[in-house]
């Protein structure tokens, strides 16, 4: 089995952070592309009074499971529960 020596240290950590940079860089931008969907919009709502994540999920989820549904809403807005309050602005995905 051949061995390599490193002659410049400093060469091949630039080396190896480049060709690192750029593997990183390759499966991001394959991971971001993978989730992009054109037919999605965002769509703003206010939260009012007597309102329910499930109540307004039923709206837009259209064919969707609403448990998935209400799943990728509270990841897109950041809910840590399904507990809402009147005056918050939520966004909710349509699909067409």
Known sequence: MKKYIVK???RFLISMG?????VISLLFTLAVSARVN???????EY???GDTLWSISRKYADNMDI???ISIVMEINDLQSANIKP?????????K
Do not use: Q
């Not at 480049?18 to 750029?22: A, D, L, Q, W």
């Not at 054109?38 to 703003?44: F, R």
């Not at 005056?87 to 909710?92: K, S, V």
């Open 38 to 44: 054109n037919d999605v919009t965002m769509v703003p």
């Open 47 to 49: 939260i009012e009074a």
């Open 18 to 22: 480049t060709v690192m940079f750029v």
């Open 67 to 69: 448990r998935e549904y």
């Open 8 to 10: 410049s240290k400093a």
């Open 87 to 95: 005056g918050e602005l939520l966004y909710f995905p349509s699909y």
